[in-house]
C-alpha cells in the first residue's frame, strides 16, 4: 500500500520533477522572506492565512496532490480492484494536505520561536488554530479538484485556474465592500483563536463538506468510463 501510493509520483518526468523544485524553491524563498518581518504574531498569522495561503501553500499542495495521484492504465484494472485507485488518491490526498500544512505551520513556528515571539500561552493556541485551519483549507480545494478529475478533466487543465483563482479572488474581493472574503475562503479566514468559535464555525462545517464532496468523488468516480480515460 505504502509503495503504491508514492508510486505515480516516482514516475513523473525528471523533467517535471526539476519544475516542481524550482516552483518549490521559489515559494519558500518568498514565504521564509515573510516570516523573518518583525511584526506581532497575530498580524503575521493574519497576513500568513490570508495572503500567503492562496499564494504560496495552497499551490503547493495541488502541485503535489495533482502529480502524485494514482491513473490505472488498462492492464492496472484488469489484475487490480478499480477501487484501489479511489482508495489510493483518497489517501494521498489526505496526506499531502496533512503534510503541506504541517511543513508550512513549522516553518512558522521556528520563525517565530527565534524571534522571541512565541512566549505566552495564547499564542501557542493561535498556532495551533492555524495548522487547523491549513489543512482544512488543503483538503477543502483538494477535494474539489479531486472531483473534477474524477469527471474526466485532466488535471493539467485544472490545475492552472485552481491556483490562480484564489489568488484573484484575494485581491478583487479586498477591495469590495463588506465580508465577502471571509465567506470565499471559509474554512481558512482568520476568526480569532477561540476553539469554540473555529470548531463551531468552521470544522463542523468542514466535516460537512468532506463527507458530502466524498460522496460526490465516490459517485463520479463509479460512473466514470474508464476506458475513455486511458
Not at 143 to 166: E, F, H, K, R, S
Not at 184 to 201: E, K, L, M, Q
Amino acid at each position: 500500500m505504502i509503495n503504491d501510493l508514492f508510486m505515480p509520483i516516482r514516475r513523473v518526468s525528471a523533467h517535471v520533477r526539476g519544475l516542481m523544485w524550482i516552483a518549490a524553491a521559489c515559494g519558500l524563498a518568498y514565504y521564509l522572506s515573510v516570516l523573518q518581518q518583525s511584526m506581532p504574531l497575530p498580524v503575521l498569522y493574519r497576513g500568513c492565512m490570508v495572503e500567503l495561503a492562496e499564494r504560496v501553500i495552497l499551490p503547493a499542495n495541488l502541485m503535489l496532490f495533482c502529480m502524485g495521484c494514482a491513473r490505472f492504465g488498462a492492464f492496472e484494472r484488469i489484475r487490480r480492484d478499480p477501487r484501489d485507485e479511489f482508495r489510493l488518491n483518497a489517501a494521498w490526498l489526505a496526506l499531502v494536505a496533512l503534510s503541506i500544512a504541517v511543513s508550512a505551520w513549522v516553518l512558522f513556528v521556528v520563525a517565530n520561536m527565534l524571534k522571541g515571539s512565541l512566549c505566552e500561552s495564547g499564542q501557542w493556541s493561535l498556532c495551533v488554530v492555524m495548522l487547523l485551519q491549513l489543512f482544512m483549507m488543503n483538503m477543502s480545494v483538494a477535494l474539489l479538484v479531486w472531483l473534477l478529475m474524477n469527471l474526466g478533466i485532466p488535471w493539467g487543465q485544472i490545475l492552472p485556474p485552481a491556483i490562480a483563482i484564489p489568488i484573484i479572488a484575494d485581491f478583487c474581493l479586498k477591495l469590495m465592500p463588506g465580508d465577502l472574503t471571509r465567506y470565499a475562503f471559509y474554512f481558512w479566514y482568520p476568526i480569532g483563536d477561540s476553539w469554540a468559535t473555529v470548531f463551531v464555525r468552521q470544522v463542523l462545517p468542514f466535516i460537512g463538506y468532506c463527507m458530502l464532496m466524498a460522496m460526490m468523488n465516490m459517485a463520479a468516480f463509479h460512473r466514470a468510463d474508464r476506458l475513455r480515460l486511458t
